[in-house]
């Protein structure tokens, strides 16, 4: 038996296949290529010879690596050992807490002082699972900044990935990351 090989269709063909039957040029190929490539998908060669096909491999770009920071940046932040949730808005609301903390502490707020933002109630952050955190100024203050330099490391490493002459394939991996 003879086996063939269509550039046109990218498919074998055993047995007694022509151009004509096939309505396509074919080329003659051997019985251990033929088991070879089978079942494959197939791709021609810069001689109209069967080769396998290989997809090319995904390259990380610049987009990439923003999309990973983002994911990163909003996927929250650790303070003080709690999780605290950090989307824009969140990252907004921190800042504005923060800002009012500095206030706090500029007229006089002392450490410990629950009651700095309001008389009548302790102030406490939200965690992302939904437990109460109670705050000080200060501890406000530097919740606000701890926020920023998180997001600003972020930044960074994810500067640092795409100033590299190829970014790593693993760039989502913790390593890359602070």
């Known amino acids: 038996m003879e086996y063939f090989f269509c550039a046109a ?59 990973e920071r983002d994911r990163r940046i909003d996927g929250g932040i650790e303070f003080q050992g709690v999780t605290f949730q950090s989307r824009a808005t969140d990252r907004e ?33 939200i965690a992302s699972d939904n437990s109460l955190v109670p705050m000080d100024a ?9 926020a920023a330099e998180r997001k600003q490391a972020l930044i960074f490493a994810a500067r640092q990935l795409k100033d590299m002459e190829s970014i790593p394939a693993d760039y989502t991996d913790d390593k890359w990351w602070p």
């Open 93 to 125: 609301n921190i800042a504005g807490a923060a800002q009012l903390g500095f206030m706090a502490v500029v007229s006089g707020a002392q450490p410990g002082d629950l009651r700095w933002s309001n008389a009548d109630v302790d102030f406490a952050w």
């Open 138 to 146: 200060q501890t406000v203050v530097a919740f606000g900044k701890a």
């Open 9 to 67: 269709t990218r498919g074998l063909y055993p047995g007694n296949a022509t151009g004509d039957a096939i309505g396509q040029p074919v080329v003659k190929i051997t019985k251990e290529r033929y088991i070879e490539l089978a079942g494959k998908q197939l791709d021609v060669d810069e001689d109209g010879n069967p080769i396998e096909f290989v997809p090319p491999s995904f390259r990380a770009g610049a987009a990439d690596v923003d999309a």
